[in-house]
């Protein structure tokens, strides 16, 4: 079964860090990239970035603070997401999301598996 | 605020079709035809239902149907079923590094 796996919930204290797991199962890391998405509470969701699972490029989106990092170990086949100087605005459900690769290209902007959602709360 | 437009809330009957619009701008769905749908059931990763703005992925069903018109994109759920009841999401790129969201629209089954 093709999965993308995250680690569990997180609680941290302000100015904290923390670091969320992707672990993909049923097919090959290397194949197919990775995006992370997030959802504040009672928002919708936003795209955050992606990362290249052959080089390990991260590519950010527009605006996102340099304090979250994408990153992978492909020794363990894992991306992680890594978000320093936590603040109590980066409380949400963390995604991360395979890009969907159609018969023709893996262009399409669409991400077709995603994992459970990581909730990171930021509270003192 | 996000920077993709639906509205909050659609209903409609079993066995009725219901439309959820998302709007955006000549920079983003107006400009692209990267157009993805997601359907989202809470404490779950979300559904990919569409993408390219009208194709199914392999093992949605053909209830599921989305067109574009200039800025504006939708998404028709026909034959509603109890189980449709969920949040939906739309997509689009918007140029380099950009890709927009909308703020969902919570469909609920009468």
């Known amino acids: 079964q093709v999965q993308l796996v995250q680690s569990g919930s997180e609680l941290k204290n302000p100015g904290a860090s923390v670091k969320v797991s992707c672990k993909p199962s049923?097919?090959?890391?290397?194949?197919?990239?990775i995006n992370w998405v997030r959802q504040a509470p009672g928002q919708g969701l936003e795209w955050m970035g992606w990362?290249?699972?052959?080089?390990?490029?991260?590519m950010y989106a527009q605006g996102l603070a340099g304090r979250f990092v994408f990153s992978l170990d492909t020794s363990v086949s894992t991306a992680y997401l890594q978000i320093s100087s936590l603040k109590a605005e980066d409380t949400a459900v963390y995604y991360c999301?395979?890009?969907?690769?159609?018969?023709?290209?893996?262009?399409?902007?669409?991400?077709?598996?995603w994992g459970q959602g990581t909730m990171v709360a930021v509270s003192s | 605020q996000s920077a993709l437009t639906q509205p909050p809330s659609a209903s409609g009957s079993p066995g009725q079709s219901v439309t959820i619009s998302c709007t955006g701008t000549?920079?983003?769905?107006?400009?692209?035809?990267?157009v993805s749908w997601y359907q989202h059931h809470p404490g779950k990763g979300p559904k990919f239902l569409i993408f390219?703005?009208?194709k199914r992925p392999s093992g949605v069903p053909d209830r599921f149907s989305a067109s574009k018109s200039g800025n504006t994109a939708s998404l028709t759920v026909s034959g509603l079923q109890a189980e449709d009841e969920a949040d939906y999401y739309c997509?689009?790129?918007?140029?380099?590094?950009?890709?927009?969201f909308g703020g969902g629209t919570k469909l609920t089954v009468l």
């Open positions: 999301a395979r890009v969907y690769c159609s018969s023709t290209t893996c262009e399409t902007k669409g991400f077709d598996i």
């Open positions: 990362i290249n699972t052959n080089t390990g490029n991260p």
């Open positions: 000549s920079s983003d769905i107006g400009a692209y035809n990267y």
């Open positions: 997509s689009s790129y918007g140029g380099t590094n950009r890709l927009l």
């Open positions: 049923g097919y090959t890391f290397n194949t197919y990239n």
């Open positions: 390219e703005v009208n």
